[in-house]
């Protein structure tokens, strides 16, 4: 599995570097939303870095400081359950991404999917973390970054299951959410803690 590469290298060929973004967390019912976004200098090459969910957990944790040592730039944010709530998942995400697209000293952005109204050129790719190796870094570092936080609320609420779900919707965490119910780390917009705190999730 090898990243083409081939938006990189359109805008590499004009001295121009790219930032790539992606996020992780958006699915989940409990814990942040993560974005992540990296610039690599020209003509890079890696064979390792891929899509994230396409990678062993080993091999996410490997690559986590080598992309940091590597990237020209990289950006986390982390969005708390509050901003998801208020703004809806969507806009939640595209805030995040917009705000490191900003940030990141380049006039190219890319993106795995997400339009962004931003005064730079934006590609958003279908399957970027596959097509891009700035787009998967960031899906790392995003991923990697989220499953530190999980595995860290885990240890102050251990009855639901985090390090093994991630806040995911399993029918674990469901029934923990219907056990133990709503904490302030779940999002109070998703409808199964909608149903718990109705009382009528089962």
Known sequence: ???ANEFEKLF??????????????RGPLAGPLVVAGVVFPKDYVSEAIYDSKKLTEKKREELFPQIIKD???YDIEIVDVETIDRLNILEATRQAMSTIALKAPVEVVLTDAM?????????DIVKGDQKSVSIAAGSILAKVTRDHIMYRLDEIYPQYGFKKH?????????????KYGVLEI??????????VMQGKLF
Not at 12 to 25: F, P, S, T
Request: proline fraction near 4%.
């Open 71 to 73: 990237a020209v730039f």
């Open 1 to 3: 599995m090898q990243t």
């Open 186 to 195: 779940h999002r109070r917009s998703y409808k199964p803690v909608i149903d």
């Open 166 to 178: 991630k806040g995911y919707p399993t029918r674990e965490h469901l029934e923990a959410l219907e």
């Open 12 to 25: 590499w060929e004009q001295n121009k570097l790219v930032v790539g973004i992606d996020e992780a967390g």
């Open 115 to 123: 339009k962004l109204y931003i005064d730079k050129k934006v590609i």
